[in-house]
């Protein structure tokens, strides 16, 4: 059974930084590509971040790169988004979510094979 658990959010003033934990299980990561979307009440999701550990590829949401990075420790099973510069407009649940390599890649991290419980980042001016 895939289980992602995130988290790290919290309340944060513009210009700050977080750190987002997704522990994982029940899958081989060679396998999948890891990845963040978030999603604010009323709007679509948004695509953040994603990763594949065997191609060592990454993929950023335009409105992200250059502030968010993607990793992962896969010896711990676990992945992280560490956040800088955080705006008002990075409001949102933050999700951590995998896709199957084998007919999903990091382009549709918006629609993933799994994802876990989100967690509440809030940016405050």
């Known amino acids: 059974e895939v289980q992602l658990q995130a988290s790290g959010g919290g309340l944060v003033q513009a210009g700050g930084s977080l750190r987002l934990n997704c522990a994982t299980s029940?899958?081989?990561?060679?396998?999948?590509?890891i990845g963040w979307f978030r999603q604010v009440p009323g709007k679509e999701r948004e695509g953040v971040a994603c990763?594949?550990?065997?191609?060592?590829?990454?993929y950023y949401g335009s409105s992200v790169k250059g502030r968010f990075t993607i990793s992962s420790d896969n010896a711990q099973n676990t992945a992280h988004l560490q956040m800088s510069d955080l705006k008002l407009e990075d409001t949102a649940v933050y999700y951590c979510?995998?896709?199957?390599?084998?007919?999903?890649?990091?382009?549709?991290?918006?629609?993933?094979?799994?994802w876990g419980q989100g967690t509440q980042v809030t940016v405050s001016s």
């Open positions: 029940g899958f081989a990561w060679d396998d999948y590509a």
């Open positions: 979510a995998v896709l199957n390599l084998y007919y999903n890649d990091c382009n549709s991290i918006t629609s993933p094979d799994y």
């Open positions: 990763m594949t550990s065997s191609a060592g590829s990454t």
